[in-house]
C-alpha cells in the first residue's frame, strides 16, 4: 500500500486534526477540526505537504499513490454532497486553495468553482435556476484557471469586462445580466485559446490537476518565496492544498460571503468583529472592492446565520483559547465554515488579548508570553504622532495597522525601494495594493490605501509587518503617472513628506511631530511575566546618560557597551584627540589627553549615576585615528590654522594614517598598545568618576572592556596598563572601587585561544559585527554589492549582520564560551553587537549559554521576550 | 639539601657532558665533554642555565644553595691548581664567560683575568716575573669589568690608551711598556670611581658576583635579545655561566691564543683550519685588530703545541663526527683548549661536510640531511656574479662569507636599516662591524669590511646569516663621516651601486650580473637523500611557464597555485578585461571574456606542457575588480577614449567599484558567483587546453581551485557552473580529462564548516596568507604600523605573516583538516600561502598531516629539506 497523501474532511469526521498543521497546513488543519468539532464544513479533502514536497523531488510528478487517493476522496465527497462531478444535472464544483504550515496572506493562489464545463455548466444553471450566476460562476472560473494556472495576464480578462460595462454604461460587476456573463465567458474562451493554443478544459479532472499543479507551483512562484524570505520560512516546508465543495456567497442576497476576527484583531479588545459582503465570492472580500457590512447589520440581514456564527466563534474561541481569523460563507441562508486559524494581530492586540486571556483564566502566563512575538514587540515601542502636536489632518481612512509613519510621499513600489535604498523614509500610497507590492512595502515606514477595508491586501500585510498602514481612504485622488496625490485643494508631489496615523486613520500634511508611548500598564503587566521566566540577562547599548536612562525604563539590567568614541566625536572634545594625533611623541599625547580626561571623566559620572547600582561595560577606543581627521582640503586647510601646523604637514600625517583595509588595520587594543597613555587616561577617568560617587555612597560596578584582542599578550599588557592606573588613582582617593576588566571577542583568533585569555580576561563580550566580519572576510560597508545577490540565490538563507549565522560565526562563539568558562568556570559572557536586540539571536544566546545580550535601549524589552520565549522552550539553564 | 646550581670540571673528570647543553650551554657542555676526554682544558665550573632562569624569577637574586656551590666549586679548582682566588702571592685567575644552549657569537659578554686586585696583581707579577704582562692583565680587568659589569663606555677607557700612544708615538698596544700600563691602570680606576661613585673593588668574591650577574643580565641586553629575535632562540632558554681557570696567551712570543676549525667553514673541504695571534688574550682575535698566522706556520712557532692540537682536532672531529670550532691558549708553550663546539658553516660548506661525512662512513644519510639547515639553503640557490660578464673589479678582500651581493653603497648600520625599509638593497660598508651593527647587516644584502679575518665578527655573523661577505679588504678608505669609499682612484658615494662576491672576495664597481647557480653535484646528491626521508609533497607557485620549468629543474612535484589574474594584467589582455568590467549585462561580459578566452587556453597549454605529469592547481580569479582598472585621471581619460565611452562613465564606475576594505569585498568566489560566465570562461580555457594536450597522448591533472569560499553554498554553486562547463567541452572533443574541484580554505568559516565543504570539494588547499589577515582581524598591508612594535615588545614572538601562527591559525588549520578528513579520509590536502617555503611552517604543515606544501621556485630546495627534517623527526606518518 502506499503512503497517505490525502486525508479526508467531512459529514462530522476528519482523519487530520488541528495539531497536524506541519502535514495539512494551517487552512487544512483547521477544516479537520471543525468538521471533528461538528461545525458546518462544506466537505472535501487535504492534499498533504509531503505531497508537495514528494512532487518537487520528483521532479513535479506526483507522488505514487497520490491520484488514486484523490480520486478516492472525490468519489467520498460526492457520496456525503450527492452530486457528481462534472455532472451534467448537478454537478459538484470545488475550490482548489493553498495552505501551507504559517499563514501567507495572499501569497498563494485560490482556483474557486472548478468542476465547471459547457457540459456541466448546464447542470448548475438548472439546479440553481440563476443562468446569470451560472455564467458567472464559469466566468470566474475560467479567468482564475486561466490567469493561475496558466498564466494569462488577468488584466486580459478584465480589459474584455470593462469594455462591456462601458458599452452598458454601468459601472458594477453586479450589474451585468446573463447574456452580458455569457459573453465574457466565449471571449474568455478565445482568449485562453488565443494565449494557450489550447482549448479550455472540459474534463473536470483535467481541471483538477491543473489546480492542484498551479498550488504546487505557487509554492515556488516570486510572491510566495519573496514572503518566506521576508518572514524567516523556510522553503522545504511545502503547502498543502485544499479541495472543498463549492459553497457560493453569491446566490442572490440570501448569500453572502465574509470573514471575521473573535476579537478586534487591531487593539486586542474582547469584542467580535466581522464583515459580510452580500452576494459575493471570497474574492471579492479579499480583494476590498466593495465596502462590507458589519455584525450588527449581519445580524439584521442574515439573522439565523448570524446567530450561529456567534456560537461557534464562541465554541472555536474556547476551544482554541486565542483570537482567531474565520472565513465563511452564507448560501441560501446556512452558514458555511471555510477556515478557522489563529488570527494575526497587531502587537498591541497580542499584548491586550494575551493579558485578557490570562485574566479569564483561558491560559497561564507562561502561554501569554509566548503568544506575543518579540518582532512584533517592536511596534508598540515605535513613535506615534504626539497627540497634543498641532498637525494639518487632511483626511481620514481605515486604522488598517497602528503606529505613526512619516516620509515622503513615493506612489509605486519600485520608487518605494529606489528611494529606501537611498535612505529615504517614505510612505507607500496606492489605490490599493496587491502581492507584487510586497516589496515596496516592506521598504515603506507606512502605507496608504485608497481603497479596501480592514481585511484587504495592504491592511493585512501591513499588520503582520508591523507597518502603520491607513486603508480605504477614498477621499484621495492617487495619480500614478503625475506622481502625484490629491486631497481636495492639498496637492502631494513625490517627494513631498506625508505623515500617517495608523492608529486612528489620520492622514496628515507634512512631518508631523512624533512622541514614544509609554511603557506602562498592560505593557508593565507582560514584560513582569517575561522577566519571572527568563534567564539571560539583557543590558543596553548606551554611550549618553540620556540612552541610559532610557534603556532603565524598558528594563535593561546595566550597559554592555559604552562606545568610548562617540565622546570624543563631540565638537568641543574632537580638538584635543586631533591635537594627540598629530602629536608626534607620548609628551604631547599626554598633554593632550589631559585636556580630555575631565570630559572623560565627566561623561562617566553622568553614566554611573544613570546606571547606578548596575555594572556599565566601558568598551576602550576603537577605531583608526584617522577617523577623527578631517579627509576634504578645505577642512584640512581650516584645522592645519586652527592647530597651528602647516597643511602640508597635517595631509601628511592624514597620508600617513591612510589605511587600505581600516577594519583590519590600528584600531582596538592595537591603539593602546601602541600609545598606552590613551589606556592610562580612559582608566584615569573611569576610576575617578567612580570614585568621586562611590564617596558619597553610590555603589558603582565599571566594567573596562579591551576591544580587538587575538592574544592573550595584548590583553595582559593593557590590563597591567589599567590595574596599575586604577590602582593608583585608588590610593590617591582613598576609594576601593570593584572594577573588572574582560575583553571583546570579535576575532576568530580570540575564539580559538579563548582559554588563554581567559586566564586573565574576568569577562568576555561577543562583538558579533566585527566577529562576522573576519569569520566571513566580509566588510559589512562592502557586502552591499554581493549580499543581496547571495541571499537571492539562497547562497545565505539571510544576511548575516542582520541575524547571527548560526552555523559559522555561532560555532566560533560555542568555541570560545567552552574555552573559557573551562579556565573560568563562572565567567560573565555577554554580546554587545547589533545582534543582542535580534530576536532570532536573542534566542541562540540563550541556548549557548551567554549571561547577558546588550542591544540599542528601544529593543530592550524584545531582547527580554525573546529571552524569556527561548528559556520557556528550552528550560532555563542559563546563568545571570 | 639545595639542587646542583653549579657544576664542576677538570682533572679529567667533569659533572657535565656534551649532552647536557640544555643545562651547561654549549660552551659548558664542550667544557666538560673534553675534560672528560682527557684532553688539557684549565679547571672550572658551569653555573647552570637553570640558575640563570631561577635568578631571574626571583627577581635578580641567586637560587638558594647557589653561591655556597659556587664558593665550594672555587676551592675544588684552587686546590687542583694549587694557587688561591685573591692571593698576594699566586692568584688564581679566572674567566667569566655566558654559554647558551645556542651559540650567539659576539652576542654574550666576558670578563677576562677576574680575581685581580692591587694585592693579587703583586703575586701575579712576582710569580710571572713580567710587570708588564701583570699591569695590562690588570687594565684589561678594569675595562672588561667595568664597562660590562658596569656599563662604562669602553671608549672611555680606549680614549686613554689613544693618548699615551700618541703621547709615546706608538701604534700598537704592544708597544707600550709596563709603565705606561700602570699609568692606564690608574686612569682607568679613575675613571671606574667618576663613573660609579665606588671604588673598583678589591675583593675577589665580589668582583665575581658582579661578573655573574653581569653575565646574567647580558641575557636580556638589546644585542642578545635582537640576536635571538633574528634567529627565533626564545627567551627562556636562560645563559650558563662557565668560571674558568686563566691561561695565559699573552704571557710573551712563547705564548699565544687562536681559533681553529676542523675543516674549511667557508667551503667544507677537509683542511685543518687555524689562526693564532702571538703575545695575545682571546679578546684580540675575536676583535680582528691584528692579522693572525695560519696552521701551517704555527707548526713551526710552536712545534708542540700545533701537534697537540692536531691530535685534540682528530680526537674531537672523531668524537662529534661533525666539523668543529676550536679555540684554544697556548701559555709557555703548552697548548689549553678553551672551547669545543660545532662550526658555524656556509650552505655550501655544510653540503659538503655532511656529503664527506657520509662518504667517509662517520655518519649515515639521515644524519647528513639533519646537519644542513633549511634555511642555510637558501645561500647556494641565490644569485652569484656571472663569471663571464666583464666587470670592474676593484679591489680584494677575503671571501667571508659566499654568494654574490648587489647593492647601493651605505656606510652605517642606520643608514642600512632606512635605505632597506624603503625597498633599496644595499652593500654595508664598515671599517669592521661589531655587535651593534646586527640589524644593519641583517637588512643588507651583503657586507663589506676594511679589516679583520675570516673570524672576524662580520665574517661570523654573515655567514651566519647567509649573507655574502668580504672583509679584511684594507685597501678601502672609507670615510663614514663624508659617507663615501675611496679605492685608489675610485670613488662610491652613499647610494652607488657595488657589488662583492664572498666567493671570491672580489670588490665590484657597479651592479654586476648575476646568475643562477647549477644544482648538480654534491647538491644533487643530496636532495636526492632528502626526497628520500620526506614524506610531505612540494610543489611550486607558478604563473609562467618559465616559472613551472625553473621549479621542476627545483624538484617541484606540481603547481600548487597558479594565480590566474596575473594573465590577466597583461598589457595585451589588460583592455579585454576592462572591458568585461565596463559591461553592464552578462552579453557585454561574455563578449569581453571571449576574447581572453584564447589568450588564458594558451597560457593554460603552455603550464601543463611544463608541468606534464604533475597536477597543476589553478586558482580561479580572485582579486577585486578595481585593481583592474586606473586610478589617476589622465589614464582614467585614455583608457575612456580608447573603450568609447565618457571618463564621467568611466569615473562612476570605478567609484562604484571602490571598496573601503578590499580585502574583505567584492573577491574570490564572490565574483564568480555574481558573473558566473568568468568562471565558465576559466573552466573552458582550462579543459580544452587539457583535451587538446591529452589528444597528444599527454597526462594532465588539472584542479579547479575556488579562493575565498566561506560556505559550502558557494562552493556549490560553482563546482557546478565548472562541472557542466567541464563536461561541455569534453563532451566535444571527444576527451576525457582526469579533473578535480576543490577550494582554498583562507577564511575562518571555512575552516569551522569544512566538514561540509568536504562533502562536495575535492581537495584543500589552505590560503594562510589570508588565513592570517582573518584570524587576526590583520591587514597585512597596514600592520607594518603597528606589527614591528608587537614584536618588539613581545606581544607577538615573531610576524604571523613570516611564519604561521601556529597557536592560532595553526589551531585553525588542524581543526579543518580533523573536519575535512572526517568526511574525506584520504583528502588531498595542501598549503599556497608564503608560509609554503619558510622551514619552521613547513614542519608544522608536516606535523599537521598536509599532504603538500607550495611555494616559490627558489624555495622549493628549502622547502624539501624542512620536510625531511620534519619527517626524520617526527617519522613519516603524512600521506604524500
Known amino acids: 500500500m502506499s503512503k497517505q497523501w490525502v486525508y479526508f474532511f467531512g459529514a462530522g469526521k476528519a482523519e487530520g486534526d488541528k495539531d497536524k498543521k506541519d502535514l495539512l497546513g494551517g487552512k487544512g488543519a483547521g477544516l479537520a477540526e471543525m468538521t471533528n468539532l461538528g ?21 513535479k510528478k506526483y507522488p505514487e499513490g497520490m491520484w488514486d487517493q484523490v480520486i478516492k476522496n472525490l468519489k467520498a465527497v460526492e457520496k456525503i454532497m450527492n452530486k457528481k462531478f462534472g455532472d451534467h444535472k448537478d454537478p459538484l464544483l470545488v475550490s482548489v486553495r493553498s495552505g501551507a504550515k504559517f499563514s501567507m496572506p495572499g501569497m498563494m493562489d485560490t482556483v474557486l468553482n472548478l468542476g465547471l464545463s459547457e457540459a ?163 474574492e471579492d ?34 476551544h482554541f483559547r486565542d483570537m482567531l481569523d474565520l472565513e465563511f460563507t452564507i448560501q441560501d441562508k446556512k452558514l458555511w465554515m471555510l477556515q478557522t486559524r489563529v488570527g494575526k494581530r497587531t502587537a498591541a492586540a497580542a499584548l491586550k488579548i494575551a493579558i485578557d486571556l490570562v485574566h479569564e483564566k483561558q491560559i497561564d502566563e507562561k502561554t ?157 503587566e507582560f514584560m513582569a511575566w517575561v522577566d519571572k521566566f527568563r534567564t539571560l540577562g539583557v543590558r543596553t547599548n548606551a554611550d549618553t546618560p540620556a540612552d541610559a536612562l532610557k534603556a532603565r525604563e524598558f528594563g535593561a539590567e546595566g550597559i554592555g557597551l559604552c562606545r568610548t568614541e562617540h565622546m570624543f566625536f563631540a565638537p568641543e572634545r574632537i580638538k584635543a584627540v586631533r591635537e594627540m594625533i598629530l602629536s608626534d611623541d607620548v609628551e604631547g599625547r599626554k598633554k593632550a589627553l589631559a585636556k580630555i580626561l575631565p570630559m572623560q571623566r565627566k561623561d562617566f559620572k553622568e553614566l554611573f549615576e544613570a546606571m547606578e547600582g548596575f555594572p556599565v561595560t566601558i568598551r576602550y577606543l576603537d577605531p583608526p585615528l584617522h577617523e577623527f581627521l578631517p579627509h576634504e ?43 598606552p597613555e590613551i589606556c592610562e587616561m580612559q582608566t584615569q577617568a573611569i576610576i575617578e568618576a567612580a570614585c568621586e560617587l562611590g564617596k558619597k555612597g553610590k555603589t558603582i560596578k565599571p566594567e573596562i572592556m579591551i576591544p580587538l584582542v587575538a592574544t592573550l599578550k595584548e590583553f595582559e599588557y593593557l590590563k597591567a596598563v589599567c590595574v596599575e592606573t586604577a590602582e593608583a588613582v585608588m590610593k590617591k582617593a582613598g576609594q576601593t572601587i570593584e572594577y573588572t576588566v574582560g575583553t571583546m571577542i570579535e576575532l576568530p583568533r580570540a575564539c580559538i585561544v579563548a582559554d588563554t585569555i581567559a586566564k586573565e580576561a574576568e569577562f568576555f563580550s561577543f562583538g558579533t559585527n566585527d566577529l ?79 549571561s547577558y545580550v546588550s542591544c540599542s535601549p528601544y529593543r530592550v524589552p524584545i531582547a527580554k521576550l525573546a529571552a524569556a520565549h527561548a528559556a520557556l522552550s528550552t528550560g532555563g539553564s542559563t546563568t545571570k
Chains 1, 2 share one sequence.
Open 633 to 675: 582640503d578645505k577642512q584640512i586647510n581650516e584645522l592645519a590654522k586652527e592647530m597651528g601646523v602647516t597643511a602640508a604637514k597635517l595631509k601628511q600625517k592624514i597620508s600617513q594614517l591612510h589605511e587600505f583595509n581600516p577594519m583590519l588595520g590600528h584600531r582596538g587594543c592595537r591603539l593602546a598598545i601602541t600609545y
Open 120 to 282: 456541466s455548466l448546464k447542470g448548475l444553471i438548472d439546479k440553481s435556476g440563476d443562468e446569470r450566476f451560472g455564467w458567472d460562476a464559469y466566468r470566474r472560473f475560467i479567468t482564475m484557471y486561466g490567469s493561475i494556472c496558466k498564466e494569462i495576464d488577468r488584466m486580459k480578462f478584465e480589459h474584455e469586462i470593462d469594455k462591456v460595462k462601458k458599452k452598458l454604461g454601468v459601472k458594477n460587476d453586479i450589474e451585468l445580466g446573463a447574456a452580458q456573463m455569457k459573453e465574457l465567458c466565449v471571449k474568455f474562451k478565445a482568449i485562453y485559446k488565443k494565449e494557450t493554443s489550447e482549448d479550455f478544459p472540459e474534463d473536470p479532472l483535467e481541471q483538477l490537476k491543473g489546480a492542484i499543479n498551479a498550488v504546487f507551483a505557487s509554492w515556488f512562484g516570486a510572491k510566495a518565496t519573496t514572503y518566506r524570505k521576508l518572514n524567516g520560512i523556510p522553503d522545504d516546508l511545502g503547502t498543502a492544498v485544499n479541495v472543498c465543495t463549492m459553497v457560493f456567497g453569491n446566490l442572490g442576497d440570501t448569500s453572502g460571503t465574509g470573514v471575521a476576527f473573535t476579537r478586534d484583531p487591531s487593539t486586542g479588545e474582547n469584542k467580535f468583529y466581522g464583515e459580510i459582503l452580500v452576494n459575493a465570492q471570497g
Open 368 to 524: 501569554a508570553v509566548s503568544r506575543v512575538e518579540p518582532a512584533q514587540l517592536d511596534q508598540l515601542l515605535h513613535p506615534m504622532i504626539d497627540p497634543k502636536a498641532k498637525v494639518k489632518k487632511i483626511a481620514k481612512g481605515l486604522n488598517a495597522s497602528p503606529g505613526a509613519a512619516v516620509g515622503k510621499a513615493v506612489f509605486t513600489s519600485e520608487a518605494a525601494e529606489e528611494w529606501a535604498k537611498r535612505g529615504e523614509k517614505v510612505v507607500l500610497i496606492r489605490l490599493e495594493t496587491s502581492p507584487e507590492d510586497i516589496g515596496g512595502m516592506a521598504a515603506s515606514q507606512g502605507i496608504l490605501t485608497a481603497r479596501g477595508g480592514m481585511t484587504s491586501h495592504a491592511a493585512v500585510v501591513a499588520r503582520g509587518m508591523g507597518t502603520p498602514c491607513v486603508a480605504g481612504c477614498d477621499a484621495l485622488e492617487i495619480d500614478v503617472k503625475k506622481k502625484q496625490l490629491k486631497v481636495k485643494d492639498v496637492l502631494i508631489k513625490e517627494g513631498d513628506f506625508i505623515s500617517i496615523n495608523g492608529s486612528t486613520g489620520d492622514i496628515i500634511l507634512g512631518a508631523a511631530p512624533v512622541i514614544i508611548p509609554e511603557l506602562s500598564g498592560d505593557f508593565a
Open 772 to 850: 562576522t566580519q573576519t569569520v566571513f572576510g566580509l566588510s559589512r560597508d562592502d557586502a552591499g554589492r554581493f549580499l543581496p545577490y547571495y541571499v537571492d540565490k539562497k547562497i545565505l538563507p539571510e544576511d548575516p549582520f542582520v541575524s547571527i549565522d548560526q552555523g559559522g560565526v555561532g560555532e566560533f562563539m560555542k568555541l570560545a564560551i567552552a574555552k573559557g568558562r573551562g579556565v573560568r568556570p563562572k565567567m560573565k559572557m555577554g554580546i554587545c553587537g547589533e545582534h543582542g536586540g535580534e530576536p532570532e539571536s536573542v534566542k541562540f544566546c540563550h541556548r549557548i549559554g551567554l
Open 285 to 318: 472580500v479579499v480583494a476590498g472592492i466593495r465596502t462590507p457590512m458589519g455584525v450588527s447589520e449581519m445580524a439584521k440581514h442574515f439573522p439565523d446565520a448570524a446567530r450561529d456564527l456567534m456560537n461557534i466563534q464562541d465554541k472555536l474561541s474556547k
Open 39 to 59: 461545525i458546518p464544513v462544506p466537505p472535501g479533502f487535504t492534499i498533504s505537504t509531503e505531497a508537495c514536497n514528494a512532487y518537487f523531488l520528483a521532479g
